[in-house]
């Protein structure tokens, strides 16, 4: 569901791809769900973190309207994770440990950013989500 917010940007013409959904819940219609653990260098900030988690979705061919950016506490995350099996989910958390069938998981754009050997493994990662998008 995007924010309240949003309908002011759509009146003054202000086009979708300037802005996403951000919060703690899924829309319905959006193709891949994008969750971080909630930290300080968010991608649902202005900043590096954000403009590099942009690129890395506008090269598997998808733009922000049709993507949820979640920033979930990290006790939350699993049980997320079960109530929304059935979407296909980007974690960016290298840390956690979880698996399902349109379940992945890669790098933070904050680690890419202070590591860039991880760009390989995370656009490893970028190339199955594609698949599971057609």
């Not at 733009?63 to 979640?70: G, R």
């Not at 379940?103 to 199955?128: A, C, G, M, Q, Y």
């Amino acid at each position: 569901m995007r924010p309240d917010r949003s309908n002011y940007l759509e009146a003054l013409g202000i086009p979708d791809f300037l802005y996403s959904s951000v919060g703690s819940e899924a829309t319905e219609n959006a193709k891949l769900l994008v969750l971080e653990v909630s930290s300080e260098d968010s991608f649902c900030e202005s900043g590096a973190s954000q403009d590099l988690l942009f690129k890395m979705l506008a090269s598997i061919g998808l733009s922000l309207n049709e993507c949820d950016l979640i920033s979930i506490d990290k006790s939350d995350i699993y049980l997320f994770i079960q109530d929304h099996s059935s979407d296909l989910m980007l974690i960016m958390d290298s840390s956690l440990s979880v698996t399902g069938e349109s379940l992945f998981v890669t790098h933070h754009p904050k680690e890419i950013i202070k590591n860039p050997i991880l760009k390989r493994d995370s656009w490893e990662i970028l190339k199955k989500v594609k698949s599971c998008l057609k």
